[in-house]
């Protein structure tokens, strides 16, 4: 009787822990594809940004030129849409996803740059926001409140019309830098609505009449 009792402590405990160890492989396997997964995503992206860049370089020789912009709004909106998926699975302050926005970003404000040339030379009428947001614990619930906000706005008013920036304040860029001493950006979030500086978190209700 008593070896019959430890035959089967010795058998479940054999199951238990075989079962265990196929656990911790299936759960490895899961963790190796989706971190592949990932790497795929974040070089395609890489490659995307490459491509954008060009576009955007083409784009300069007729800068008036009826399709350019709404096909690099709806490209940047994509790209954009991919390193927040990135940011969210490996975290905000992960190191490649900072590598990442920083080219991203880049673009942004040439594509910013671009929009006002159209503004000024081709008579064309935009409404440009650059949203300066922060992922720091102390600003980060006020930043994404105001991304809300604008959000919004940008569903309202739709993409054609309105050009939303989103611009991670804490990132080394000399051009983020200089736009920050530009507009005397010292609070975050802080929003630029046709170069009306809005500090601080502003309810929707305070930007309406600039829409």
């Known amino acids: 009787m008593e ?7 010795i058998s479940a405990f054999s199951i ?3 079962i265990f160890l196929l656990g911790l492989f299936i759960g490895e396997s899961i963790m190796e594809s989706k971190a592949k997964q990932i790497l ?9 940004i490459q491509d954008l860049e060009l576009q955007q370089a ?6 008036c030129g009826k399709s350019y912009l709404n096909i690099l709004s709806a490209q940047l909106d994509e790209m954009g849409t991919k390193i927040s998926f990135l940011e969210e699975t490996l975290g905000k302050n992960d190191a490649q996803v900072l590598e990442l926005k920083k080219p991203y970003t880049m673009l942004m404000i040439r594509h910013y740059l671009l929009v006002k040339q159209r503004i000024e030379k081709c008579n064309e009428n935009y409404i440009t926001i650059l949203f300066f947001y922060s992922n720091k614990r102390e600003y980060i619930t006020e ?3 105001q991304g809300y906000v ?3 706005f940008a569903d309202k008013y739709g993409y054609e019309k309105l050009k939303v920036y989103s611009i ?6 000399g051009v983020v830098k200089m736009l920050k001493e530009q507009y005397n950006i010292t609070i975050l979030p802080t929003t630029i609505i046709n170069e009306k500086v809005f500090a601080g978190f502003t309810e929707k209700e305070k930007f309406e009449e600039y829409f």
């Open 143 to 145: 930043s994404e409140k």
């Open 40 to 48: 795929d995503m974040s070089e395609k992206v890489r490659l995307e």
């Open 3 to 9: 070896r019959k009792t430890a035959r089967r402590i």
């Open 58 to 63: 083409l784009s300069s020789y007729d800068p």
């Open 168 to 173: 991670d304040a804490d990132l080394d860029l």
């Open 16 to 18: 238990a822990t075989l």
């Open 150 to 152: 604008l959000g919004y």
